[in-house]
């Protein structure tokens, strides 16, 4: 079974799991324009349905 802790058999165990390409410094994760986006296209979607249902039970009222 695979183990996630460091390789015992590598020279430098300190920084086996480390990836030193990343700069951590630089890193943004916390925008929130994803979310924002994505609440923005969940209300549009919600409201559209919402609109087209509306239409399609005006429109064909007698078959309901």
């Known amino acids: 079974m695979a183990s996630a802790g460091p390789n015992p ?4 165990n300190d920084s086996d799991l ?3 390409d ?3 410094e630089q890193r943004d994760m916390h925008k929130s324009w994803p979310m924002v986006k994505g609440c923005a296209l969940l209300i549009l ?3 559209v349905f919402v609109y ?3 239409w399609i039970f005006k429109a064909f009222k007698e078959w309901f």
Not at 9 to 12: A, G, H, Q, R
Request: without cysteine; charged residues 20%; positive net charge.
């Open 9 to 12: 058999k590598s020279p430098n």
């Open 18 to 20: 480390m990836d030193k």
């Open 22 to 24: 990343i700069s951590f």
């Open 45 to 47: 979607t919600i409201v």
């Open 52 to 54: 087209l249902s509306m």
